[in-house]
T-cell receptor, first 111, second 113 residues
Framework: GEDVEQSLFLSVREGDSSVINCTYT??????LYWYKQEPGAGLQLLTY?????DMKQDQRLTVLLNKKDKHLSLRIADTQTGDSAIYFC???????????FGTGTQLKVEL | NAGVTQTPKFRVLKTGQSMTLLCAQD?????MYWYRQDPGMGLRLIHY???????AKGEVPDGYNVSRLKKQNFLLGLESAAPSQTSVYFC????????????FGPGTRLTVL
């Protein structure tokens, strides 16, 4: 199938690290993406990783890719209240021209 | 450079009515997409286009039609709206297909009574 799976909710305290996990299905995926959606807004590209990489760091964001297990994670260091949002992982599926999204993880940051 | 814009932002329809959602992009992108977002289901692809004059079905195309007469515009039509089409609709575009990230519009919230 083409399901991209994520847990629905994550709650963390301000200042802690957040780790959002994703499992994908298509082993031929070349790029995997993380998008952020703030309330009432569209999706904003956060970061992406190419399939020949294991890790990518971008300021407070770290993306880890385990191709063997088809597992992708997004770590947010020093999580702030402004990080509260829904986070989607996404992969290109097979030879098609479509980006398939996970169900989204709602991150809640508590003071 | 406005990016991806969508009109209208909100709409309420009665069952059986028709409407067209308009998506416009000013980035000269070849690929355009319509997704719907429902709670707990993520984003599901309705239709997409890989260039002017082309359209293709996505994951949930039933009840929708699309047209891409001009490169910068991608229209989504509902011929006879049903309550199951109550959703938030997002348009997106990208320069190419694979390996090219999508830029999203702000969304259209549609309620069908």
């Amino acid at each position: 199938g083409e399901d991209v799976e994520q847990s629905l909710f994550l709650s963390v305290r301000e200042g802690d690290s957040s780790v959002i996990n994703c499992t994908y299905t298509d082993s031929s995926s070349t790029y995997l993406y993380w998008y952020k959606q703030e309330p009432g807004a569209g999706l904003q590209l956060l970061t992406y990783i190419f399939s020949n990489m294991d890790m990518k760091q971008d300021q407070r964001l770290t993306v880890l890719l385990n191709k063997k297990d088809k597992h992708l994670s997004l770590r947010i260091a020093d999580t702030q209240t402004g990080d509260s949002a829904i986070y989607f992982c996404a992969e290109w599926v097979g030879g098609g021209n479509k980006l398939t999204f996970g169900t989204g993880t709602q991150l809640k940051v508590e003071l | 450079n406005a990016g991806v814009t969508q009109t209208p932002k909100f709409r309420v329809l009665k069952t059986g009515q028709s409407m067209t959602l308009l998506c416009a992009q000013d980035m000269n992108h070849e690929y355009m997409y319509w997704y719907r977002q429902d709670p707990g289901m993520g984003l599901r692809l309705i239709h997409y286009s890989v260039g002017e004059g082309t359209t293709a079905k996505g994951e949930v195309p039933d009840g929708y039609n699309v047209s891409r007469l001009k490169k910068q515009n991608f229209l989504l039509g509902l011929e006879s709206a049903a309550p199951s089409q109550t959703s938030v609709y997002f348009c997106a575009s990208s320069y190419t297909g694979r390996a090219s990230p999508l830029g999203f519009g702000p969304g259209t919230r549609l309620t069908v009574l």
